[in-house]
């Protein structure tokens, strides 16, 4: 039975798949890690991207009873495109990880991510738990409300309102919440669904999100109805119907290890890819979770040696580890939280900590007329180098990884071999994923700076304990001893920006440097107004676009001048012919004047 749209049965957000019906078809849990669909429609279903493109039923709704406002439906082929803005996997994982992170400040001490197998038809789901604060009944609608944020401060992650609905559908296609809360003196646990396969398969035009709330203040579950019994009723019924549990008494024991507060989440029906395995794999590491089309990237012209030493490197490794993307998910460390990956704590990393001769680029942006806080980022060469040619700038948002290893070089280009830094830029907004930021002025001009920070050296490794020649693009040479590394950051250099950039660290405004082997120096760069800054397409475009913003407004402004001038000589004209009809009259009076005292003498 379809729930009514009362507060018990949110108009929300949904997912996306086609599982339940043939859940006889599916295979034992031992060899999901191979199967496929055996039908090629299901299979469709299954996988995220075709998910999508499904016939639409022409339902007929029952009409609205008169004291039912009419609203805006939202279509769940619409929530299914929300959420391929997720075009990688883990990003989708990533904004569940904040929700638990932001929940730090209500005395959450963990997040665990694990696989569950669901009994009802042998497939494995997907289980993201918290100790958090939890949501009470308001809370979770809002929570599964599209669009709704109350988390927009300078500390969270969080800034949308979308990220759940988003994320939970790009990983499966229905997924269960279950949350409970303290608030006062009532305490509440409150179950919603999200079902894409429950929308789909019962041709809904309309996201329906069923919910029912338990007051558990008592030493009981005592329901809270906000319509009538039969609407409550009703949401727990398709919640049963569709969820991974057939009963009540199943789904009141999925409380039993939140505690007194916290957040159980549930995907399931999880995505396949177009050959009808599961995305996510969980069978090659019991500790971890991996993407099974990422672990086949890779260059595979290079020698055997070389390729091994790129893909146990972190940077490599983030594209199909959830563990190691986890443990650099976020810049500064933990002090009383973890998360708990598949029964291990992820131990955090900062590869910052492990750069060889080091230094700190101290960079300010300009806010408009104002200079903003100092953002320092630190540069220096891996370990590995020169060996491995890992490269680019780790960028983090609010203590959150944005952007791995953006190499702002040329793809093909040797500059910068070796070289990492790790920096925290607040001033720019992150795009919708969180996998990259708006490009807008302030992130063009950051851009460049890394660009001027990435070193313009080449190291060449030579025999133990001789020389290393160390040549920048400049062509000037020096010598260091084998086991020492020197930066490329030329003194005194001037150059124009607008034909070349300096080689190494060297920026626009000259920098000079003293730089020893394992020193760290700390170079200044200012974005000041006055100076000459290279201008990129699309900074020229931008440009453009203002100034006929601005051509056409003063266009705008100049027929309203006009407009208001030819009104204003129209009543001057009126006004004119008026002094002229009273200069008449005025004068029509006196004639009769002058004439009467001459008639009288007579």
């Known amino acids: 039975m379809t729930p009514k749209s009362e507060k018990g049965a949110a108009l929300v957000d949904g997912c996306t798949t086609d599982e339940e019906d043939d859940a006889d078809t599916q295979p034992p849990s031992n ?130 309102g979308n990220g759940f609905k988003t994320s939970t559908m790009r990983l499966g296609a229905d997924v269960i919440v279950l949350s409970r809360a303290v608030r006062g003196s009532q305490a509440t646990q409150s179950v919603g669904l999200l079902s894409y396969t429950f929308l789909r398969k019962t041709g809904q035009d309309d996201v329906i999100v069923p919910m029912v709330d338990f007051d558990i203040s008592s030493n009981w579950a005592e329901p809270i109805i906000y319509g009538s019994h039969d609407d409550w009723s009703s949401n727990l019924k398709t919640i049963l119907e569709w969820s991974p549990f057939s009963s009540k008494e199943e789904l009141m024991l999925q409380f039993e290890d939140i505690g007194a507060h916290g957040t159980k989440v549930i995907i399931y029906n999880l995505w396949l890819n177009d050959e009808g395995i599961y995305e996510l794999n969980f069978d090659d590491d019991d500790e971890d979770i991996r993407l099974r089309d990422e672990t086949t990237h890779g260059s595979s012209n290079q020698p055997r040696r070389r390729i091994a030493q790129m893909q146990s490197h972190i940077s490599y490794r983030i594209r199909y580890s959830l563990r190691a993307y986890a443990s650099i998910l976020y810049l500064r460390k933990f002090s009383n939280f973890s998360i708990i990956l598949r029964g291990k704590p992820v131990e955090q990393f900062n590869i910052a900590d492990e750069l060889q001769y080091p230094i700190i680029v101290s960079y300010r942006p300009q806010l408009g007329t104002v200079v903003a806080e100092a953002v320092d980022t630190k540069l220096g060469f891996i370990k590995e180098a020169p060996d491995l040619s890992v490269c680019g700038f780790n960028v983090y948002h609010k203590n959150r990884l944005i952007r791995p290893f953006w190499k702002v070089t040329a793809d093909g280009s040797s500059k910068g071999s070796g070289v990492v830094g790790v920096l925290e830029a607040n001033f720019i907004e992150p795009a919708h994923d969180k996998q990259d930021f708006e490009r807008s002025s302030l992130f063009i001009r950051l851009e460049t700076r890394l660009k001027q920070m ?57 920098v000079r440097s003293k730089l020893s082997s394992g020193s760290k120096e700390v170079v200044d760069l200012v974005d000041a107004a006055d100076e000459p ?41 009126e006004s004119k012919r008026k002094c002229i009809q009273l200069a008449a009259y005025v004068e029509s009076k006196k004639k009769p004047n002058l004439s009467n005292p001459t008639s009288e003498k007579v």
């Open 454 to 510: 990435t070193p313009g050296t080449s190291v060449h490794k030579t025999q133990k304990d001789r020389p290393i020649q160390i040549k920048s693009s400049a062509g000037l040479t020096s010598n260091v001893e084998a086991n020492q590394t020197s930066v490329g950051l030329p003194a005194n250099v001037t150059h124009d920006l607008r034909n070349s950039l300096p080689p190494g660290f060297g920026p626009r405004t000259g």
């Open 31 to 160: 060899a999901i890690a191979t199967t496929t669909a055996s039908d090629p429609s299901d299979l469709d279903y299954r996988s995220f991207w075709k998910a999508g493109s499904y016939a639409v039923n022409n339902t007929i709704k029952p009409p609205s009873s008169q004291d039912q406002l009419e609203h805006a439906r939202v279509h769940p082929k619409f929530l299914h495109s929300n959420a391929t803005s997720h075009k990688w996997a883990f990003g989708a994982v990533a904004e569940l990880l904040d929700n638990a992170v932001d929940e730090i400040h209500s005395g959450a001490t963990f997040v665990k991510v694990d696989k569950i197998d669901i009994m009802k038809d042998n497939t494995p789901a997907l289980l993201f738990q918290d100790d958090g604060g939890g949501m009470d009944p308001e809370s979770i609608r809002k929570c599964m409300s599209l669009g709704y944020s109350s988390k927009k401060t300078n500390t969270t992650i969080g800034q949308y």
């Open 533 to 573: 800054e290279p201008d990129s397409i699309d900074q020229i475009c931008e440009e453009n676009v203002q100034l006929f913003l601005r051509c056409e407004e003063h266009v705008k402004k100049q027929t309203e001048l006009k407009q208001m001038i030819a009104g204003l000589e129209k009543h001057l004209e």
